[in-house]
């Protein structure tokens, strides 16, 4: 059976982790920049206060 619009969306986030994950698919090429979880605040602000500049910004 076919799987519907809905269960698509909904497993998308699985399946990208797993590719990830499994060093299928790479987004170094898209990172720009890198914060630790405790710098949440400060990565915010300076993906807003440099939107020229960043290609994605990573917390974690």
Do not use: T
């Amino acid at each position: 059976m076919k799987e519907s619009v809905i269960e698509q969306i909904v497993s998308f986030p699985a399946l990208v982790l797993s590719l990830l994950a499994s060093k299928a698919l790479s987004v170094e090429g898209i990172v720009s920049h890198r914060f630790p979880f405790d710098q949440v605040v400060e990565a915010l602000s300076f993906a807003s206060e440099h939107r020229g500049e960043v290609g994605k910004v990573v917390i974690g």
